[in-house]
C-alpha cells in the first residue's frame, strides 16, 4: 500500500501516563498528534498493588473515537506498546480473571527466592540471557498459585493484551516475551526447562511471533466506526524500550543509549547476545530487539525517584513546580554524597525523601533537610547520582561487549530535563544528543510503516527500513533534527 497516504494510531502504556497517537501524511509529509493522554498509576486494591484494567482500556478507547473523527479517511493500522512483564490472566471468554498485578507488588518478594530455590541464578541466566528482577514475569506467574490462580490459566502481557481486547489473535510478541525471563536465549521459543525447573505451564504461554506480525483486524463496538472498518492490528516492538530504540534515527555501530523515563534503560545494541559471570552479576539483561538484534542493557532507576519525592512533598503541602525546581538546581553545587540510586529499598513506594536520607545517615553524611529549603537540595542530588550512575553502567557495557561507544542517544520524556541532560555529558564524556521526546510512539509508527510495506524477514521487520522511517519520522513530526547536550 502506498503508506504516504495512510493515517495510523499507536498506543503507548506507560506506567504513569498512557497515550493515544495519531499519524497522518500531508503532502507526503508525516504529522504526528499526540490526540489523548491521561493518567496512570498502580492502586492498593485488597492490600496488593495492581492496575485498573478496565480504566486504562475505557481511556484508550476514548483515544481511538477522538482519532476517528480526526481521521475520517480511514486508519489503515494500529500497534500497541508497553511497559513489559505485567500481565492479565484471562478467563473463558477472555475476560480478565482479575485486575493484573503490578510488578512492584511485594508478593514477589517471597516468589523470587522460591523460584531462585528451585533454578539458580547461574542456570536461569545462561538459559535465558535476563537480569534477576523479582518483578519479571517469571516471579510474578509463580507468585499466582498463592492467589489461588490455576498455572493453566491463559496470560498475556499488557500491552497484547489491549490488542487482543480491540479484536487481534492471542500472542506474545517477540521482543516483549523475552523480558518475562522465559523465552530460551538467542531463540524465538519458551524455554521449556524453565518452564519445568520452576512449575509453571508452557501451555498457558501464548505463541511468541516476530515484530510487526498482522494479527488481525478490529472487532466489537470501535469497529462499527468507518475509520475503523478496514484496520489492521499488528504487534510492533511491544515492549515500549524496543519500540524506543527503534524510534532513535542512529546510524553506526558506536552509540549507547539512555531511554529516559520511570525507569532509564541504559544500553547499546548488539548482533548478539552477550552472557558472561560479569554480565549476570552486573545485571545486565539481553533483551529482543527489533530485526534481530539484542537489546544489550541495564534497568537503572529513573524519574520514578523525583516522582516519589514529589508525591511526599505534595502531601506535605508543598507543591512543586517541575521545570523551576530544575532550574533552581542548576545553580546548586555538586552534592557531598552520591546515593545508590538502585537499592532496593528506592525501588518501592513510600516517603521517597526519607529513604534517601537514611541512605546518607547510613554512609556518615547529616540528613538533607526536611521542609521546603531541602527540596532544592535533595533533588540536586538525585540528578548527580543518576548521571553517576548512567556513567558507571556505560563504563561497564564497553569493558563487558568491547564496543567503543562514542555517542549516546537520551530518548524518551526524561530528555527533557536538561540539567541532568549535562550532567550526564559531563560524567561520561561522551558526544550527548536527544531523541524525540516520544521516541517509543515513533518506534511504534516506523515499525507498522515498515510492515505495511512488506519488509519483514526471518527475524521480523527489517531494522533497515525501520530506521529510515524513524528517521523521517523524527525530522518531520517532533523536531526538525537532533538537538546536541552542550557539555
Known amino acids: 500500500m502506498t503508506v504516504k497516504n495512510s493515517s495510523h494510531i499507536a498506543i503507548d502504556l506507560g506506567a504513569e501516563s498512557c497515550r493515544v497517537s495519531l499519524l497522518r501524511f500531508n503532502n507526503g509529509d508525516p504529522q504526528v498528534q499526540i490526540v489523548h493522554r491521561f493518567p496512570n498509576a498502580p492502586l492498593t486494591k485488597d492490600e496488593s498493588l495492581r492496575w485498573d484494567i478496565r480504566r486504562i482500556y475505557q481511556g484508550i478507547e476514548h483515544g481511538l473515537r477522538l482519532s476517528a473523527e480526526l481521521a475520517p479517511e480511514g486508519i489503515a493500522s494500529l500497534g500497541v506498546d508497553g511497559w513489559a512483564v505485567d500481565y492479565v490472566r484471562l478467563g473463558p471468554k477472555g475476560d480478565p480473571i482479575s485486575d493484573p498485578f503490578c510488578y512492584r507488588d511485594e508478593r514477589t518478594v517471597e516468589a523470587e527466592r522460591e523460584v531462585l530455590a528451585r533454578i539458580s541464578r547461574e542456570t536461569l541466566y545462561n538459559l535465558t540471557g535476563i537480569q534477576l528482577f523479582r518483578g519479571n514475569t517469571i516471579h510474578q506467574l509463580y507468585a499466582d498459585s498463592g492467589s489461588g490462580v490455576d498455572q493453566g490459566t ?4 499488557l500491552p497484547e493484551f489491549i490488542t487482543f481486547c480491540l479484536g487481534g489473535k492471542p500472542v506474545s510478541e517477540y521482543t516483549n516475551a523475552t523480558h518475562t525471563q522465559l523465552v530460551g536465549l538467542g531463540t524465538h521459543q519458551w524455554c521449556k526447562d524453565v518452564f519445568d525447573a520452576v512449575g509453571l505451564d508452557i501451555h498457558a504461554a501464548p505463541e511468541i511471533v516476530p515484530t510487526g506480525t498482522f494479527v488481525g483486524g478490529m472487532k466489537g463496538p470501535l469497529a462499527e466506526i468507518t475509520a475503523f472498518r478496514n484496520t489492521q492490528l499488528l504487534v510492533p516492538a511491544c515492549h515500549d524500550t524496543a519500540s524506543a530504540v527503534a524510534g532513535i534515527p542512529a546510524e553506526g555501530d558506536d552509540w549507547a ?4 523515563g520511570t525507569w532509564s534503560l541504559v544500553g547499546t545494541l548488539l548482533n548478539a547476545p552477550c552472557v558472561n559471570d560479569e554480565s549476570r552479576q552486573k545485571s545486565f539483561t539481553n ?15 529513573g524519574m520514578w525517584l523525583l516522582r516519589q519525592c514529589l508525591d511526599s512533598w505534595e502531601s506535605q503541602g508543598y507543591k512543586c513546580n517541575l521545570s523551576e525546581l530544575i532550574s533552581e538546581c542548576e545553580s546548586l553545587p555538586a552534592p557531598d554524597y552520591l546515593f545508590d540510586v538502585d537499592a532496593p529499598e528506592l525501588l518501592t513506594q513510600g516517603d521517597m525523601p526519607g529513604k534517601i536520607n537514611a541512605q546518607r545517615q547510613h554512609a556518615g553524611f547529616a540528613p538533607i533537610p526536611e521542609g521546603l529549603a531541602g527540596i532544592p537540595t535533595l533533588s540536586n542530588s538525585i540528578f548527580h ?20 561507544i562514542v555517542r549516546l542517544y537520551i530518548a524518551g520524556g526524561g530528555s527533557k530535563n536538561m540539567h541532568l541532560n549535562r550532567l550526564t555529558a559531563e560524567r561520561t564524556g561522551l558526544n550527548v544528543l536527544l531523541a524525540s521526546t516520544e521516541s517509543t510512539t515513533l518506534g511504534n509508527f516506523a515499525i507498522q510503516l515498515a510492515s505495511l510495506q512488506g519488509n519483514i524477514g526471518d527475524d521480523g521487520v527489517k531494522l533497515s527500513s525501520v530506521a529510515s522511517w524513524a528517521d523521517i519520522l523524527t525530522k518531520h513530526s517532533y523536531v526538525s533534527s537532533l538537538d546536541r547536550v552542550t557539555k
Open 154 to 157: 491463559p496470560w498475556l502481557n
Open 385 to 404: 547520582s543518576l548521571a553517576a550512575r548512567y556513567a558507571q553502567v556505560l563504563k561497564d557495557i564497553s569493558a563487558l561487549t568491547g564496543k567503543r
Open 257 to 260: 543509549f539512555i531511554s529516559s
Open 287 to 301: 533483551l529482543g530487539g527489533v530485526g534481530g538484534k539484542i537489546c544489550y542493557l541495564k534497568n537503572v532507576n
